[in-house]
């Protein structure tokens, strides 16, 4: 069984700086990606940024130039550093995971939300 558990969020008036943490721990034989995600209120979970194996990353366009992810394989964790953040980025931020576990079978796992609210 593979856990992650998020962290870091927190209240931050626009145009400020926030870092998210994502730690995955347990059977982990491999991560194959981690990404993150985010949910408003009223709307649907999306993909914000997603590290794949291999170092190939993935933003969605309302962030690009503003986050950057990033991965410490040593430590199976991935960071979000979000920087110019808008009050449009409010929202209830997920880290999901993928991978193999030492007895060979398939994770998906995801964490339990960080709150990340942008004042104006």
């Known amino acids: 069984q593979v856990q992650v558990v998020e962290s870091g969020g927190g209240l931050v008036q626009a145009g400020g700086s926030l870092r998210l943490s994502c730690a995955a721990s347990?059977?982990?034989?491999?991560?194959?990606?981690m990404g993150w995600y985010r949910q408003a209120p009223g709307k649907q979970r999306e993909l914000v940024a997603l590290i794949i194996s291999g170092g190939t990353i993935n933003y969605t366009e309302s962030v690009k130039g503003r986050f950057t992810v990033s991965r410490d394989n040593t430590r199976n964790t991935v960071y979000l550093q979000m920087n110019s953040l808008k009050p449009e980025d409010t929202a209830v931020y997920y880290c999901?995971?993928?991978?193999?576990?030492?007895?060979?079978?398939?994770?998906?796992?995801w964490g339990q939300g960080t709150q990340v609210t942008v004042s104006s």
């Open positions: 999901n995971g993928q991978g193999s576990t030492r007895n060979g079978l398939r994770w998906d796992s």
């Open positions: 347990g059977s982990i034989l491999s991560i194959n990606r």
